[in-house]
Nanobody, 123 residues
Framework: QVQFVESGGALVQPGGSLRLSCEISGIDFSLYTVGWYRQGPGKQRGFVALITRFGNTDYLSSAKGRFTISRDNAKNTVYLQMNSLEPEDTGVYYC?????????????????WGQGTQVTVSS
């Protein structure tokens, strides 16, 4: 059974940085595409970034140039480095992992989630 444990969220001022971590267990991590999602206040959970097993990445347009996703297969962990944070980045951040990359773009169809980690960008 796959499990996701997110961490690293905090209250940060606009322009600040955070690094989120997610440890994933119950799968052969190195074979999966892994990614991050955000659920803002009153919004549905949406795609933020992903990284494939080959290291290819994709980002939400508003995250490009500010966020960097990376993975450590030895630690079964995916990271999200977030710089130049904006109030619109506020939300609960979740990670997920799928064998098929197309499934990563449809979070409503994904059943297993962790508890998430809260990121609040505010002065």
């Amino acid at each position: 059974q796959v499990q996701f444990v997110e961490s690293g969220g905090a209250l940060v001022q606009p322009g600040g940085s955070l690094r989120l971590s997610c440890e994933i267990s119950g799968i052969d991590f190195s074979l999966y595409t892994v990614g991050w999602y955000r659920q803002g206040p009153g919004k549905q959970r949406g795609f933020v970034a992903l990284i494939t097993r080959f290291g290819n990445t994709d980002y939400l347009s508003s995250a490009k140039g500010r966020f960097t996703i990376s993975r450590d297969n030895a630690k079964n962990t995916v990271y999200l480095q977030m710089n130049s944070l904006e109030p619109e980045d506020t939300g609960v951040y979740y990670c997920n992992a799928q064998e098929q990359i197309t499934r990563m773009y449809a979070p409503d169809g994904l059943n297993a989630w962790g508890q998430g980690t809260q990121v609040t960008v505010s002065s």
